[in-house]
């Protein structure tokens, strides 16, 4: 399954079987946590048979059902652009478990901070977490706004500026707001994150998004 495919086949999962991870896949996802963590200074971690986390409460949008395993994304405080940073790096964990077969949810609210048990230094922050594990079903496709809406897209832009907007609007965001928009100036992009709720992490992920679609020898952010 190429990249394409897999950002178009994930999507977000709340109620999980009760099915351990098999080992070879728990490697393969470590090794991926271990090369974001390598490129970005980020301390990502991977908890499994580790249910504490989703023991709450809570009774809302959004609840995790059934989880026991899940990533832990944690970062220094003062690291600036942090939120942005466990966006992107998050996101690429996500689509590796997704190629894996294995399914996620972003987890911003609805989550037991204190069972969490990863581990964060003085100097840094737990942002959020990502359940992980094997959903009861695969998840549905989320109501989108059009490329006309988040972008300056036009018809006779090139194939890679639609494909990058496409798949950015793949992107999972805080309760699907999509709150975010992409300009394109020849081969230079920017996309500006607009006020909403965890808008800079959106924005880390919807980057990733785009440039996996887009491709990042056809241009460059601005």
């Known amino acids: 399954m190429n990249i394409i495919d897999v950002m178009k086949s994930r999507h977000s999962v709340r109620s999980y079987l009760d099915r351990e991870i098999e080992p070879e896949k728990v490697d393969a996802l470590q090794k991926e946590i271990d090369e974001c963590n390598k490129e970005s200074g980020l301390s990502i971690q991977l908890l499994v048979n580790e249910p504490k986390a989703f023991k709450t409460s809570i009774m809302n949008y959004g609840k995790i059902k059934n989880a026991k395993n899940y990533i832990a994304l944690v970062g220094k405080k003062n690291e600036k652009d942090l939120d942005e940073k ?4 998050g996101e690429r964990v996500v689509l590796k478990a997704q190629e894996l077969g294995l399914n996620t949810c972003w987890v911003a609210l609805t989550y037991n901070k204190g069972g969490v048990q990863a581990k964060v230094a003085d100097d840094e922050k737990l942002v959020c977490v990502i359940s ?91």
């Open 86 to 89: 466990v966006g992107y790096f």
């Open 132 to 222: 992980l594990g094997y959903g009861e079903t695969q998840g549905v496709v989320r109501k989108s706004k059009t490329p006309e809406k988040v972008s300056n897209i036009q018809e006779g832009d090139p194939e890679w500026f639609k494909t990058g907007v496409e798949m950015a609007l793949l992107a999972p965001t805080a309760i699907n707001q999509q709150q975010f928009y992409i300009e394109r100036e020849e081969n230079k992009v920017s996309i500006e994150s607009k006020i909403g709720f965890y808008a800079k992490i959106d924005l880390g992920i919807v980057k990733l998004h785009f440039e996996l679609g887009a491709g990042k020898d056809n241009f460059e952010w601005k």
